[in-house]
Each structure stands twice: as structure tokens, then as C-alpha cells.
């Protein structure tokens, strides 16, 4: 009979076969090439937002500045 111990002594379960190994191997690379790639998505949608919304609050202002000269006379 085969008994498998860890380093101090307990019975543990076999280690994995390499088909096991290479497929969580493979499934935590792609899981963390996504979390990569999401954290650099969700970085350049959150800069995107603060950015639209500061051009948004500097066109309102240009707009208001325009707007307070509209109905005069051209000098």
C-alpha cells in the first residue's frame, strides 16, 4: 500500500499527475492574464470617466463665460 505524508509526518492526499498539474498550471495563467488585463481596463475606463467629467465642468464654464457676452454689442 502507498501512503502519502507531509513534511511533518500526516497522512495527505497523492500529488497530482502532470495532466493535473499542467491544467491548473494553464488555468491560473489565463486567470491571471485576465486579472491583469481587466485591472488595466477598469484603470483606463476610471481615468476616462475623471477626464470626461473635468472637460465636461471646462466646457460648462467656457459656455457660461460665452454666454454672459451673447446680446452685446460687438466693440
Known amino acids: ?3 502519502w505524508t507531509d513534511f511533518r509526518n ?7 499527475s ?6 491548473a498550471t ?3 495563467g489565463a486567470a491571471s492574464s ?4 481587466a485591472a488595466a481596463a ?6 476616462r470617466v475623471v477626464l470626461d ?3 465636461r465642468a471646462a ?3 467656457e459656455w457660461e463665460d460665452i454666454s454672459s457676452q451673447w446680446g452685446r454689442a460687438a466693440s
Not at 500526516?10 to 497530482?16: E, I, K, M, S
Not at 502532470?18 to 491544467?23: P, S
Not at 477598469?42 to 481615468?47: K, M, V
Open 1 to 3: 500500500m502507498t501512503v
Open 10 to 16: 500526516q497522512l495527505t492526499t497523492a500529488p497530482p
Open 18 to 23: 502532470v495532466t493535473r498539474a499542467g491544467v
Open 26 to 28: 494553464a488555468f491560473m
Open 34 to 37: 485576465f486579472a491583469v488585463v
Open 42 to 47: 477598469a484603470g483606463y475606463y476610471g481615468a
Open 53 to 55: 467629467r473635468r472637460r
Open 59 to 61: 466646457w460648462a464654464h
